[in-house]
């Protein structure tokens, strides 16, 4: 078993290769959550690994809180589906997305006091509006990556 960076080559080298055989099999399903913890704090879980997130204490906000609206429980759902022949550089970019090809969330939301779904309908859409990551998602932005050659002595 080689391994490199950590890696076990083989173990890699063997699912190109069933990829290569079977496309079919690379049609995944990958999935993350997150849970509101106050604040702008949550906890993210995305596959096997959990980190908390927090916003820089100079952030303030205009959603829920100003609106007066208390609440209890916020968790979020997100799962996406990425195509591996496209991801493992079987296939060109042109023809499969090495990317998500669909991402669906879905977010449940409970509130200490009694709300109307009508105002809860409304702060999910202006949230969804305002989302940084929904829409960086879901608009084109400019992308730039520069390699810089470090080398160590």
Same mark, same amino acid.
């Given at each position: !078993?080689? *391994?490199?960076?950590?890696?076990?080559? =083989?173990?890699? *080298?063997?699912? +190109?290769?069933?990829? *290569?055989?079977n $496309?079919?099999?690379?049609? #995944?399903?990958?999935?993350?959550?997150?849970k509101?913890?106050?604040? %702008?704090?949550?906890? +993210?879980?995305?596959?096997?690994? #959990? #980190?908390? !997130?927090?916003? $820089?204490?100079?952030?303030?906000?205009?959603?829920?809180?100003?609106?007066g609206?208390?609440? =209890? &429980?916020? @968790?979020?759902?997100?799962?996406?589906?990425?195509d /591996?022949?496209? %991801? /493992?550089?079987?296939? $060109?970019?042109?023809?499969?997305?090495?990317?998500?090809?669909?991402?669906?969330?879905?977010?449940?939301? *409970?509130?200490k &006091? $009694?709300?109307?779904?009508?105002?809860? @309908?409304?702060?999910?859409?202006?949230?969804?509006?305002?989302?940084? +990551?929904?829409? #960086?998602?879901?608009?084109?932005?400019?992308?730039?990556? &520069?390699?810089? !050659?470090?080398?160590?002595?």
């Amino acid at each position: !078993m080689e *391994k490199i960076n950590g890696l076990d080559v =083989d173990y890699l *080298k063997n699912v +190109v290769a069933l990829v *290569k055989e079977n $496309p079919e099999l690379g049609k #995944t399903l990958w999935r993350a959550s997150a849970k509101w913890k106050g604040g %702008f704090k949550e906890e +993210v879980k995305i596959i096997e690994s #959990t #980190t908390r !997130m927090d916003e $820089p204490a100079d952030l303030g906000g205009t959603n829920a809180a100003v609106r007066g609206i208390h609440i =209890d &429980k916020v @968790e979020v759902e997100v799962e996406g589906d990425i195509d /591996l022949p496209g %991801f /493992l550089g079987l296939e $060109p970019p042109e023809k499969v997305s090495p990317g998500f090809t669909n991402i669906r969330a879905r977010v449940f939301l *409970k509130t200490k &006091k $009694p709300v109307s779904r009508e105002v809860l @309908e409304k702060l999910h859409e202006d949230v969804v509006k305002t989302s940084p +990551v929904g829409n #960086t998602l879901k608009n084109p932005v400019n992308l730039e990556v &520069k390699l810089e !050659m470090r080398r160590t002595v």
